[in-house]
């Protein structure tokens, strides 16, 4: 049976005391994400709008198995959002610009209804040839045909849905796009989980219903910070978890004859508490690189030492070696050896002690004599998603979660918890 099979099926039910207890915790972080992201100097908020909006669309396509350009996408936000002060090495398209256009749309205007028309536009932004792939597709209007969503060689498929027939499809979306827009009984974090659920389950496009549906649960979250902006991204967390989300929508889709739907809504919004967690980390990680350039303003670095230094700020490579210098830098060994050795003379970088051979470097973000003082009470401490560098720095508790990586390394003794200050924390310079 599946999901729409039920009678009266738009109406579930579910655990509220659960799911309101759930999303009131939820709800608090994204409204400290908010608060940290409004603390913010205006070129940094811009940067992590760039960054986030990125990521999203990135992901977004990702889970449905294509891959962009990530540079050619943040082009195309920047020139979209208008920010006059990121650097963008790839390429805009008239293609991607549409993209970005529709999430901003869905994000920004959160408070216009949504309708067939707007629907239909965002569907051609997203196929402004005609075609998905090789195939051509029915674009700006409903699916014409039947579909399955399926996996598996050719004669062993195994079919996880089977959305409405084509011609439920016009009923069925107006009477969601009649939920949607008068739906204010429920929370913005309850409406996005049940919006995403309804539309991929309704399934009215040809292809891109995973995209638009995402979009459309956002639009319902953009209420909680009035479309100041988007400084977290949920397709970025369904695609790391991928197969857990796929599981639980089927599960959902198949088994639901009651109309209850919790077990649902609490995967959703434990998503989305992760994926708010996440942008807590690349938030930091946004501010420290700031910071980075700021101390170091006066130093003159090379385009090479500044193309391979961002790799790292950006968190693309973890281990700080000659070798993978080399690598990134498409140099000789013994020109990478030369950058290192200039950026620890600057003091940008300091070797970890007891190495010999393949030697690894630490970024000094900020200074010491000036940073640590203000430091009281540092620890590290265990938390739900792994290790967490806790402090106090001038009277207010901090907290962030490392890598791995930086955990092992400081177990081991290479990383000294006061190196993990600065690269953790070095953002609190710029208060």
């Given at each position: 049976m599946w999901i729409y099979e039920r009678y009266d099926w738009m109406n579930f039910t579910w655990d509220k005391d659960r799911i309101s207890s759930l999303a009131e915790s939820v709800s608090s972080r994204i409204g400290y994400l908010h608060g940290r992201v409004a ?225 649902w809504l609490e995967w959703y919004v434990g998503c989305l508490g992760r994926a708010v967690d996440d942008s807590l980390d690349i938030l930091s990680g946004i501010l420290n690189k700031s910071v980075f350039w700021r101390e170091f303003s006066s130093e003159k670095f ?130």
């Amino acid at each position: 049976m599946w999901i729409y099979e039920r009678y009266d099926w738009m109406n579930f039910t579910w655990d509220k005391d659960r799911i309101s207890s759930l999303a009131e915790s939820v709800s608090s972080r994204i409204g400290y994400l908010h608060g940290r992201v409004a603390s913010l100097a205006e070129n940094d908020r811009s940067g992590a709008a760039t960054e986030i909006l990125t990521q999203d669309i990135v992901s977004s396509f990702k889970i449905e198995g294509i891959s962009l350009n990530t540079d050619d996408v943040r082009s195309s936000v920047v020139k979209r959002l208008g920010v006059t002060n990121a650097q963008a090495s790839g390429t805009s398209t008239h293609f991607m610009e549409g993209v970005v256009d529709m999430m901003l749309d869905a994000t920004r205007n959160y408070n216009v209804p949504i309708d067939r028309e707007r629907l239909f536009g965002w569907h051609s932004s997203l196929f402004p040839s005609g075609r998905s792939g090789a195939f051509p597709i029915t674009v700006g209007a409903y699916r014409k045909g039947d579909v399955q969503v399926i996996s598996g060689p050719m004669g062993r498929e195994k079919v996880h849905y089977m959305a409405p027939p084509a011609s439920d499809v016009n009923d069925y979306m107006e009477e969601f796009m009649y939920w949607f827009n008068h739906s204010d009984g429920v929370s913005s974090i309850v409406k996005s989980a049940i919006s995403h659920l309804l539309f991929v389950s309704i399934h009215p496009f040809d292809d891109g219903n995973g995209r638009i549906g995402r979009a459309i649960a956002d639009m319902a979250l953009a209420v909680i910070d009035g479309g100041r902006g988007r400084f977290f991204s949920m397709s970025r967390e369904i695609e790391k978890e991928k197969k857990d989300y796929n599981a639980i929508l089927e599960k959902t889709q198949r088994f639901t004859p009651d109309g209850n739907i919790t077990p649902w809504l609490e995967w959703y919004v434990g998503c989305l508490g992760r994926a708010v967690d996440d942008s807590l980390d690349i938030l930091s990680g946004i501010l420290n690189k700031s910071v980075f350039w700021r101390e170091f303003s006066s130093e003159k670095f090379s385009d090479r030492q500044r193309k391979v230094l961002n790799i790292y700020l950006d968190g693309k490579e973890a281990k700080i070696t000659a070798q993978n210098w080399s690598k990134f830098g498409a140099v000789s060994l013994d020109s990478a050896i030369r950058d290192i050795a200039d950026l620890v003379e600057k003091g940008v970088l300091t070797a970890y002690p007891g190495r010999v051979r393949k030697v690894e470097y630490a970024i000094n973000f900020v200074k010491a004599d000036r940073f640590l003082k203000h430091f009281s009470d540092i620890r590290m401490e265990e938390g739900d998603r792994g290790h967490y560098l806790a402090a106090t720095y001038d009277g207010t508790a901090v907290r962030e979660r490392i890598s791995d990586l930086d955990y092992g390394q400081y177990e081991e003794g290479v990383r000294s918890i006061e190196e993990l200050v600065h690269k953790y924390l070095a953002y609190l310079s710029a208060n």
